[in-house]
């Protein structure tokens, strides 16, 4: 849909005229490394997607946000001042949390109609949520600001806060920053190297010569993803704690290295435990050498990176599945692909393999072909393009 398309939607559905609507948009993301790492303290490395969600919104004066989105029947209607209320809803408590948060963080906000339309693929590990969030945020901000005679210059790191934070209170989903800083931050043909310990961050040009980042959706759902995910959050701390005492000087698992874990690994007698911890610290390392090898230009050896990650997830943090380990491994199978590994946290969702550009289709045709043949499901295949952050559009 153009945004001509959803300007003519918006005023169906809300009446009025193009007067006053204005677009936001803020975008999904692909991490390219760094899986499991940014509740943990750890290095990541994701690029912003050119998927988005989309928000036409238009202030209104008596302090009710109405929802609505082009592929939902049923619109929301909320009031500002008893956010609270609405947090079991079905569809639209993302954006509830957000408006919940901000205003929570001093931001005064006006009430409105906002009509959604979103690209990204939704529960498959690239960020809708998040894209969502931030796209919201923004809006509200601007909104907000522009009703009371305000003008600011958005501070996206902060943004980025908020909505994790509505994610983790409002929703319920205790998440890392990743997806929300990557949304807010992203820059075209970039990748953002974060330390979610101090929320330090640089962004490093992609320049994948001759290459393709190429997204495979296993379209496997992800079911008990979430309670795994929780499970594995609590097991990190776990083994963070019993590590602790050796290392006083450590906050989280992020600021041990690979030697100290060698040396004190010990601690953890529990198999599991100990496989959790090694996966976040081998995983920190490899996010370390792999923005090293992309600056050098050794797409290669980044992809073998990227593979080790995958069989890390597979082995040691066991958040992989079938769907997912089948996909990486046709994909490797392939003349032509650097590396391959799931992204996201895991369990369904999304692969991102970085494949030779003559490579491209046969990878898609047989990579496509033999993951139907072995799981009976049919993957979707999106050549990737690395777009802006959340921005007003013009
Ligand atoms: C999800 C979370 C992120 C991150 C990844 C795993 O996408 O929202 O915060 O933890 O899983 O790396």
């Keep these: 849909m153009t945004n001509n398309d959803l300007m003519v939607k918006f005023l169906d559905i809300y009446g009025g005229n193009a007067d006053g609507v204005r677009v936001f948009s803020s975008p999904g993301r ?118 009371f005679g305000k003008s600011r210059h958005i501070d996206m790191v902060e943004t980025a806060l908020i909505c994790q934070r509505a994610e983790n209170r409002y929703v319920g989903v205790n998440c890392g920053i990743m997806d929300q800083f990557a949304s807010a931050m992203g820059r075209k043909d970039h990748a953002i190297f974060l330390n979610c310990k101090n929320l330090d961050y640089r962004h490093v040009p992609l320049n994948l010569k001759g290459y393709k980042i190429i997204i495979a959706n296993t ?24 590590l602790r005492p050796a290392l006083p000087g450590a906050a989280c698992l992020g600021d041990i290295s690979f030697e100290e874990f060698e040396q004190y690994k010990y601690l953890i007698k529990d198999d599991i435990i100990r ?18 090898a992309l600056q050098d ?34 994909a490797l199978r392939i003349k032509g692909t650097a590396g391959s590994r799931m992204t996201g946290a895991g369990v369904g969702g999304c692969t991102v393999s970085i494949v030779r ?11 496509g072909r033999n993951y139907l043949a072995k799981t009976g499901l049919k993957a979707d295949f999106h050549i990737s393009e690395v777009g802006d952050g959340g921005r007003e559009v013009i």
């Excluded at 009710?64 to 209320?85: F, G, H, S, Y």
């Excluded at 379209?219 to 019993?242: A, M, P, V």
């Excluded at 230009?297 to 079938?322: N, P, Q, W």
């Design 219 to 242: 379209n496997k759902k992800r079911g008990l993803g979430e309670s795994k995910y929780n499970e594995r959050r609590n097991q990190c701390e776990t083994g963070f704690e019993l």
């Design 357 to 367: 550009d003559e490579a491209v289709n046969t990878f898609i045709d047989e990579v």
């Design 275 to 292: 496989k959790r911890v090694e996966h976040v610290i081998t995983e920190d390392d490899r996010v370390l050498k792999s923005v090293e």
């Design 30 to 147: 692909v991490n390219l490394i760094g899986e499991h790492t940014d509740y943990n303290g750890g290095y990541v490395f994701p690029a912003a997607l050119s998927l988005n969600s989309t928000v036409l919104a238009r202030p209104r004066e008596d302090g009710k946000i109405r929802l609505m989105a082009t592929d939902l029947r049923i619109p929301v209607e909320a009031d500002l001042d008893q956010l609270e209320k609405y947090k079991s809803i079905k569809w639209g408590n993302y954006q509830l949390g957000v408006a919940d948060e901000l205003q929570k963080a001093g931001y005064r906000l006006t009430g409105c109609d906002l009509l959604y339309h979103d690209t990204v693929p939704l529960g498959a590990g690239l960020s809708s949520s998040a894209a969502i969030e931030v796209a919201t945020a923004i809006t509200l901000i601007s909104l907000g600001d522009s009703s």
């Design 297 to 330: 230009d050794k797409i290669e050896l980044f992809g073998k990176y990227m593979t080790a990650s995958h069989a890390s997830l597979r082995d040691l943090y066991e958040v992989t599945g079938v769907a997912l380990d089948t996909l990486v491994e046709e």
